[in-house]
């Protein structure tokens, strides 16, 4: 019997002890040995087997739908609860018709990350694991780097009389709030590593991603639309708790349990990458410190399986988690705060990478069409991204006016 689909959370994590994974057995069959990973490309058949893929490791048995509900699940979480609010900045006409830009774009630049998943062949190439595995393999020697116009001028809201000022800086922050909402890229390299080949993982992620972005962008309009449509100029910051009204409250109570039960496994999702990239650069570091490198076996109760523990990956996530938690609630901007991290996260892990990765791998000459208009892709979502950090910062800046540390706004 083959092995069941392996969740995305389980394929994303890397331990310090990687190279376990390359030793272990399947059933009765014989652990595969380590694998060279400079040279894994060269005979992608070695280790392929029923059991085993060319890697060496467990057979990957992701599907288009796997892939899908992955995608989805990440996607969709918090940020919906900000869009009636930058539907009412944007309008009618520019807020529906920026999400679906936001969508293609988001499509497009994630076709492109797609082919980044193997080096070379799209079949049997070399597998990049991580976002920026996938960076450093094909960037080897490249730089890091309520109306039709919306809420009016003079309107009066529970925040006070909108300026032209704050028009201006509300539109931009919007756009950060849209683009916090469709944010995925730095996990769909993982996502793509839970595919099975053939057909080549990059086609299944292209199918993937159009039906989860085509989901999730008519989720997002009946949110922001009619959330906008229902609460006009008032729509708040925050969808649950900032319209003045509480009931029923069971449904807001559902409403909010939801939320927390999709964060609680979103947050572990988009921390991996992070807790991989800490944890491995401390055992190259300290590799000599039993603190960060030895693992503990733990016997689970009435299971008869242990449960490997390793002290520093304990401790060092935990404080990261009750500091992260401990910051949210000391500045409860929620919208603002959204805007900020879509703002600086949408173009240099959306755009620019994916496009650079793209340029490299397929040594597309300066200067040619295609060149230039990846270029200018890039660079018109970098003046995106800069404008929606500005609006962002400037709706903290308001904020801070009548800041209470621990205290809603709300």
């Not at 080096?119 to 450093?136: E, F, K, Q, W």
């Not at 693992?295 to 002290?311: A, F, Q, S």
């Amino acid at each position: 019997m083959l092995p069941r689909s392996r969740t995305l959370p389980a394929r994303i994590h890397d331990s310090v002890n990687d190279e376990n994974r390359n030793q272990r057995s399947y059933l009765q069959v014989e652990a595969q040995p380590k694998i060279d990973e400079d040279t894994e490309s060269l005979n992608p058949g070695q280790y392929n087997s029923k059991c085993f893929d060319d890697d060496g490791r467990l057979k990957r048995t992701g599907t288009v739908w796997t892939a899908t509900s992955h995608i989805i699940t990440a996607v969709i979480g918090s940020g919906v609860l900000s869009l009636a609010w930058a539907i009412g900045q944007l309008g009618w006409i520019a807020g529906p018709t920026v999400m679906i830009l936001f969508a293609f774009v988001i499509l497009y630049t994630s076709n492109l990350l797609c082919n980044c998943y193997r080096t070379g062949d799209p079949l049997t190439g070399r597998r990049n694991y991580t976002y920026m595995d996938a960076v450093r393999s094909n960037l080897e020697n490249g730089s890091f780097r309520g109306s039709l116009m919306g809420i009016s001028i003079g309107t009066v809201t529970k925040s006070g009389t909108v300026t032209t000022t704050q028009k201006v800086w509300r539109n931009l922050q919007a756009l950060g709030d849209i683009a916090f909402a469709y944010s995925y890229s730095i996990i769909l390299i993982e996502i793509q590593d839970t595919v099975r080949s053939p057909p080549a993982e990059s086609k299944t992620m292209k199918k993937a991603s159009t039906i989860s972005i085509a989901i999730t962008t008519i989720f997002y309009m009946l949110c922001g639309c009619m959330g906008y449509a229902a609460f006009g100029d008032e729509a708040p910051g925050n969808l649950l708790t900032g319209f003045g009204f509480y009931n029923p409250y069971w449904l807001l109570d559902i409403a909010n349990l939801a939320i927390v039960i999709h964060l609680v496994g979103a947050y572990q999702v988009f921390c991996q990458p992070l807790f991989a990239f800490v944890e491995k650069w401390s055992a190259s570091r300290w590799h000599k410190s039993e603190l960060i490198t030895r693992e503990y076996e733990v016997r689970i109760p009435c299971t008869g399986t242990t449960y490997k523990l390793n002290l520093f990956r304990a401790v060092w996530r935990t404080i990261f988690v009750v500091l992260t938690t401990v910051i949210s609630m000391l500045m409860p901007f929620f919208n603002d705060v959204v805007g900020i991290l879509g703002a600086f996260g949408f173009w240099p892990l959306t755009v620019y990478f994916p496009v650079e990765m793209y340029i490299a791998q397929n040594k597309i000459r300066p200067w040619t069409s295609r060149w230039l208009g990846l270029r200018i892709l890039s660079f018109t979502c970098l003046l995106v991204s800069l404008a929606a950090a500005c609006g962002s910062v400037a709706g903290v800046v308001l904020d801070l006016k009548s800041y209470r540390p621990f205290k809603s706004t709300y």
